[in-house]
């Protein structure tokens, strides 16, 4: 199998399609497409035309860069470090489903705003406050080793209070606090502004902190270490200090 690499569209109904490309020894171009799955069906081959030229025609429609993966002559996709299946061993069609964690390895997340123009407006406003917060947590906490390229996103397509569509990456290297500012983000329920957030593998994350375990060790975190933060953005209720809430009542016993 050889190398390609793969590109991923999420649409704003919550589900995706996947579109893959290689160059070939003799000169040509390669593509193949599908709805995400581990196989995509359709392939064309194209002569006099730049694989640069053609990815990045598609990143300008809002395909996101997944993985460099294998995918054999039959278009079953294979993620580094996974091997493909044989038929052997896939499951019986009556055989009870297994269910099989994935590390993840990346996140990827969208967003299509066409809200009026009030919402818009209240948009932008959260916008900057939700980045507000995060920045004096940040100020708190040791930085990550890379820029989150999504902050300046989300302020310059909020700045003008216009429709807009936005789609890009997070990667461990930029820490927990993107993800975090998305899904504070995500729970306002702005009507009309569609955001969502998955892993490589096209499964969707919740909102809830609790059920994202393997998102959180991506990040080399854990529910604790963030529930501060967590708090603060709301995705998290405060714990109830009793010994501090006892402090404050008056003694009744006599």
């Excluded at 799955?37 to 990045?56: C, H, M, W, Y």
């Excluded at 270490?225 to 008056?250: C, F, H, Q, W, Y």
Aim: hydrophobic letters at 40%; glycine letters at 6%; a negative charge.
């Amino acid at each position: 199998m050889a190398a390609w690499n793969l590109y991923r569209h999420r649409n704003t109904d919550g589900s995706s399609k996947d579109w893959a490309i290689r160059s070939n020894s003799d000169g040509s171009i390669t593509t193949r497409w599908g709805k995400t799955a581990s196989k995509l069906p359709g392939v064309s081959n194209r002569q006099g035309v730049r694989q640069f030229d053609i990815e990045t025609q598609k990143q300008a429609k809002g395909y996101v860069f997944v993985a460099e993966v294998d995918i054999d002559s039959d278009g079953n996709v294979v993620f580094p470090g996974k091997t493909s299946a044989t038929p052997s061993q896939w499951p019986e069609s009556d055989a009870n489903p297994v269910s099989v964690t994935t590390p993840v390895q990346a996140l990827y997340w969208t967003v299509d705003c066409h809200a009026k123009h009030s919402i818009r407006v209240e948009l932008g406003i959260e916008v900057r406050r939700l980045i507000g917060v995060i920045q004096s947590v940040s100020d708190q906490q040791s930085k990550p080793e890379q820029d989150w390229d999504g902050w300046q996103q989300w302020i310059n397509a909020t700045l003008n209070a216009e429709t807009f569509e936005l789609s890009g990456q997070i990667k461990s290297a930029h820490g927990v606090l993107p993800w975090l500012y998305l899904l504070a983000l995500k729970t306002k329920g702005f009507k009309g502004v569609a955001i969502d957030i998955a892993t490589e593998t096209a499964r969707n994350l919740s909102v809830d902190l609790k059920v994202e375990q393997e998102v959180l060790a991506f990040f080399g975190t854990d529910l604790d270490s963030i529930r501060d933060t967590a708090e603060v953005l709301g995705l998290l209720k405060p714990r109830l200090n009793l010994a501090a809430a006892m402090s404050d009542t008056d003694d009744c016993w006599f």
